[in-house]
């Protein structure tokens, strides 16, 4: 059974001497000043306050860039008395097309009715469900052509805090610039997660993606107890969609980080397990690791795979802006 297998690796951890129950082996031993008892408070290392930033380039998703699919009809010219830009019943019209009635820039588009040249081919193209180049699109990872981007810059935030339940979500969105050189942000998975006596949970798992997982979206993954040592280990099962899933996290260790957004000194090392996730959290599949900085939350991100990563390139939490 896929239990029995996590229960090897739990048990392989619990025969080296000395451990905790629960633990494997320690790596970076030496506890942070102030925390010389061993114990760290999982609060401390996953902030979740209101107007909280992060951004991270991540090679962890594949997204499909979005664009404007063919040319846009303008719809056919009227004199707007009210101005309001809509074409009202009593208003004259130009009857482009000598069908007799009004047609507007939502209407199936006809030869005659004015309309925007994406591409300057001087033809009006039809949506036909796929990019050409001239199409107006949000350039993610910024190879100027629109594809499924893999190099993202990940924004999440904390907009409002609701109290209710302790649940707090966070709001991710990838960035990038559209073709026309302006800014722009497609959505990107939104999560939830608590923090308080019951230990660091990840709710909802990001977006849901079949209609079991709306009325079985299975309980929250616990990333950490409220206070973990050095060994400490946590085990997540049950049903969430199709399948009978799990997650291990680990507390291997204690470490510097450098990215980006600057060095954390003292960052709380977890290695994850997970196992028979499917839909959106497939790609969490595997073995990865995850280093939480005091007072910043989320630096850094590795696995499963050997080219996935997460990097906070910048962040604003509790009043402090990284790097």
């Known amino acids: 059974m896929r239990t029995g297998v996590l229960l090897s690796i739990i048990g392989l951890c619990l025969i080296a001497p000395g451990l905790m129950i629960g633990g494997c082996t320690k790596k970076g031993t030496n506890p942070p000043p102030g925390e010389e008892t061993g114990f760290y408070i999982m609060l401390q290392y996953f902030p979740l306050d209101e107007g909280d930033q992060w951004t991270w380039e991540v090679t962890f998703f594949e997204v499909a860039e979005e664009y404007v699919d063919g040319d846009s009809s303008l719809g056919e010219p009227f004199t707007d008395l009210n101005g309001n830009g809509i074409r009202d019943y009593e208003e004259q019209f130009q009857d482009s097309n000598f069908n007799g009635k009004y047609d ?20 009006y193209d039809a949506p036909n469900g796929m990019w050409e180049l001239g199409e107006r699109f949000l350039d993610l990872d910024d190879n100027g052509v629109c594809n499924k981007a893999n190099k993202l810059e990940l924004r999440d935030s904390i907009p409002t805090v609701d109290p209710q339940d302790s649940v707090i979500t966070r709001q991710g969105g990838f960035a990038g610039t559209y073709s026309d050189g302006t800014p722009g942000t497609m959505a990107g998975e939104t999560n939830a997660f608590s923090n308080d006596t019951l230990g660091l949970r990840w709710h909802g798992h990001g977006d849901y993606t079949s209609w079991y997982d709306l009325i079985a979206p299975g309980e929250p993954i616990v990333i950490a107890r409220d206070t973990m040592r050095l060994g400490d280990s946590v085990l997540t099962e049950g049903q969430y969609g199709w399948s009978w899933t799990s997650w291990l996290s680990i507390l291997e260790g204690v470490e510097s980080v450098t990215v980006p957004a600057g060095t954390f000194v003292n960052c709380l090392r977890f290695k994850s397990i997970a196992v028979d996730w499917d839909d959106n959290m497939e790609k969490y599949n595997g073995v990865s690791y995850q280093w939480y900085a005091k007072d910043v939350g989320l630096v850094k991100w590795t696995g499963p795979e050997q080219n996935q990563y997460w990097t906070l390139t910048s962040a604003h939490v509790a009043g402090k802006t990284y790097p």
């Open 104 to 123: 507007g820039p939502y209407d199936p588009w006809s030869p005659g009715i004015p309309y925007a040249d994406r591409n300057s081919n001087g033809q």
